[in-house]
């Protein structure tokens, strides 16, 4: 089964950065895309943002400028550079990764890591 685990989650003030990274492991043909997505309370998940494979990125007008989606291939890992925090960057963070097999293709998910922006 393919596996990805996220961290570098944690509490800061706003105007702070965070760095969040996910790495996927396991049956592994190609990775289709990997992406970033969040939840705040009482809300639906959203993207925040996404990089296919030999693609252009895709950012939530709401982080443009802000943060920065970027991925190692070689290691199957995605990264996201988050600057300029705002209050309402407070969410669970989710990786997300499309990743085929020999035989099939999957979408699957990290288990999220808490950003909390507060002073």
């Known amino acids: 089964q393919v596996q990805l685990v996220e961290s570098g989650g944690g509490l800061v003030q706003p105007g702070g950065s965070l760095r969040l990274s996910c790495a996927a492991s396991?049956?592994?043909?190609?990775?289709?895309?990997m992406g970033w997505y969040r939840q705040a309370p009482g809300m639906q998940r959203e993207l925040v943002a996404q990089?296919?494979?030999?693609?252009?990125?895709n950012y939530a007008d709401s982080v443009k400028g802000r943060f920065t989606i970027s991925r190692d291939n070689a290691k199957n890992t995605v990264y996201l550079q988050m600057n300029s925090l705002k209050p309402e960057d407070t969410a669970v963070y989710y990786c997300?990764?499309?990743?085929?097999?020999?035989?099939?293709?999957?979408?699957?998910w990290g288990q999220g890591t808490q950003v909390t922006v507060s002073s």
């Open positions: 997300n990764a499309d990743i085929s097999s020999r035989y099939h293709r999957n979408v699957y």
């Open positions: 396991g049956s592994i043909f190609s990775i289709k895309a």
């Open positions: 990089l296919p494979t030999g693609g252009n990125t």
